[in-house]
């Protein structure tokens, strides 16, 4: 199994721990990644409110790259993976679109023939929840995980597709698999607020208290997301969303590939806990690791 | 075939919070929720408060949460919701004070489309003839039939409720579409503000509710677009976008941490108040140090922004 691997730019910014576990589970799970070292910036929606045609352009540009090697793209990011798969479709879609955008590339062309896939959506579908079952050897028995979806990797649905956006389950049964119990909370699919914490920052907190305080009185030990921007919001803004809540959140928030790689047998400490504002501690000792 | 409907019901001058019913009823396969709901109160409990007219998907008055997200009663299929959540859980819109059991007060989403000035400030007077490629600048942002499903289900009005919302500004950019209109930087000047087109998280949630399609978030885009395109780059919300073009521009990638200060700017008390924050970042390893050369290939990258004017 390869994956053409997009990193993203939070996973090599704000966020080493999620590049480095998803390297090393990867790895372990012997699933072949080749990093796409010249893809750029997926535009995060932002560079295409001021330009749609220049975010199709960056992210044709990066699907030439994975084309040219001859895999499917593999994202870890579930903003990336939202505007990558939106901007496939129109590409592949609209007539007329791949040749003009085509022809503002210089270093390769895009044919259209590649697929962009979340590595939630390889673990549980090419990977396999029943193989990875069988990977598992310190099953997260007792611990009770709150999945944090956030909003483009289930929506637009009409693009995205692999979860149903009202009732999406494909985190529920990988942290089932892995021996965590999944809780329920309305919470799960809604926004962290991240897009606009730094030019409307009461309404993102708000977000982050809402969330947080949603997931921890239905009993979570942790949230994971498979999402860093997600994560960025709830772990570095919790403190502050927590003051203006009046309330005291600590609530530990776990990337994907470092939930999967605890139970896969990875040590904590190489999975870059440390790197967490929000100390995942707590858990960590429930877990006696 | 035999349905069972659990539904939300709260009279708030008689109760002090809403509870479930359960209602049995027998409707035909095809039945829509709205169907089910008629036959409910005509011939089980004639007290169960609703509002619907056309039956039709063309009035929004029937806009209710079915199974945890906004929809309309007269468009949805009981068969089609029980396949797909097990069962049929009705409650008013949220985010909205109840009138009476699924009744939700529509005022405040009223007087959001109110505050934009949803009619047309024509400049001058005189035939202008419309064609079909102008239309299309429409967008799909005159099919909005009110219902306020997207208010209901919006991330950003449910903790921000000044927050103008996706109908009234998807209502906004209809206008800025048109080409009769005369008002249109005003118009944009007018959305600048708190509780404006910034406001917007874009969580897409209003995209998935319409049920007209007319991806309300889509036109905050295009109203943000519009404003920046008319020179308005002061608010913090249109930093955001140049600043993050800059960085991708230099670097290729975006470095979260350069973002700060493209949007604070020169405000000394801005940038006093992120510093603890961005300390304990650096601390923690989560401030990049290493970008200013670009990523691999940033010749490339800045050669397409160029090209684009940028």
């Not at chain 1, 579930?78 to 129109?90: D, K, W, Y």
């Not at chain 2, 079909?132 to 991330?155: E, H, Q, R, V, Y």
Request: net charge positive.
């Amino acid at each position: 199994m390869r994956f053409a691997y997009y990193p993203g730019c939070a996973s090599k910014g704000a966020c080493p721990e999620l590049n480095q576990s998803t390297r090393l589970v990867t790895e372990k799970l012997g699933i072949e990644i080749v990093e796409l070292v010249k893809s750029s910036c997926c535009g995060a929606g932002v560079i295409g409110e001021a330009d749609p045609d220049l975010q199709l352009a960056l992210n044709a540009r990066t699907f030439s790259q994975a084309e040219e090697i001859g895999l499917d793209i593999m994202t870890i990011c579930g903003t990336g993976q939202g505007i990558m798969s939106t901007s496939n479709e129109r590409l592949k879609e609209e007539e007329g679109l791949l040749p003009r955008i085509n022809g503002m590339l210089k270093e390769g062309q895009y044919n259209g023939r590649i697929d962009v896939k979340h590595l939630l959506w390889i673990l549980v579908k090419d990977f396999g929840l029943e193989r990875l079952k069988e990977r598992v050897v310190r099953p997260l028995s007792g611990i009770r995980v709150a999945p944090f979806y956030g909003c483009y990797i289930l929506r637009p649905s009409s693009v995205l597709g692999f979860d149903d956006p009202e009732k999406p389950n494909s985190l529920e049964s990988l942290i089932s698999i892995l021996g965590a119990e999944p809780i329920d909370y309305i919470g799960k699919t809604k926004c962290c607020g991240f897009p606009i914490i730094l030019e409307k920052e009461d309404i993102a907190l708000g977000m982050v208290s809402a969330n947080i305080l949603e997931a921890k009185d239905a009993g979570a030990d942790c949230m994971v997301t498979p999402c860093p921007l997600c994560h960025m919001n709830l772990d570095i803004y919790q403190e502050k969303a927590g003051a203006r809540a009046g309330k005291r959140l600590s609530m530990p928030i776990i990337h994907l590939p470092q939930l999967v790689g605890l139970a896969i047998g990875i040590e904590p400490r190489e999975l870059g806990f440390s790197r967490h504002l929000v100390s995942p501690a707590s858990l960590l000792d429930k877990l006696g690791a | 075939m035999r349905v069972r409907l659990s539904i939300q019901r709260f009279n708030p001058a008689l109760e002090e919070k809403p509870r479930f019913m359960s209602y049995r009823v027998e409707v035909p396969r095809s039945a829509t929720v709205l169907e089910a709901l008629v036959r409910i109160k005509e011939e089980v409990d004639g007290a169960l408060a609703f509002r619907a007219s056309c039956r039709q998907a063309i009035c929004g008055s029937c806009s209710m949460e079915i199974n945890g997200h906004e929809k309309l009663a007269c468009k949805t299929q009981v068969l089609t919701e029980i396949d797909r959540h097990g069962e049929i859980k009705i409650a008013p819109l949220k985010n909205m004070r109840i009138v009476k059991d699924l009744v939700a007060d529509m005022g405040p989403f009223w007087h959001k489309v109110r505050d934009i000035t949803p009619w047309l400030i024509p400049e001058g007077y005189g035939t202008i003839a419309i064609s079909p490629s102008t239309m299309k600048a429409f967008d799909n942002s005159d099919a909005c039939i009110m219902c306020g499903a997207c208010l209901a289900a919006c991330n950003s009005n449910e903790v921000s409720e000044g927050f103008l919302g996706p109908a009234a500004l998807a209502k906004s950019n209809r206008f800025i579409a048109d080409p009769r209109e005369g008002n249109k930087k005003e118009r944009l000047l007018n959305l600048q503000d708190e509780n404006g087109i910034w406001d917007c998280v874009r969580c897409n949630f209003c995209v998935e509710v319409c049920p007209k399609d007319v991806k309300p978030m889509e036109q905050i885009i295009k109203l943000r677009r519009a404003s920046i395109q008319e020179g308005i780059r002061w608010t913090k919300g249109s930093r955001h976008i140049t600043g993050f073009l800059d960085i991708v521009r230099r670097e290729g990638r975006l470095n979260e941490a350069a973002m700060p200060l493209k949007i604070i700017g020169t405000d000394i008390a801005g940038i006093l108040r992120i510093i603890p924050l961005g300390i304990r970042m650096l601390i923690k390893g989560k401030v990049p140090l290493h970008y200013k050369r670009g990523i691999e290939g940033i010749k490339d990258i800045r050669r397409i922004f160029r090209e684009r004017g940028l």
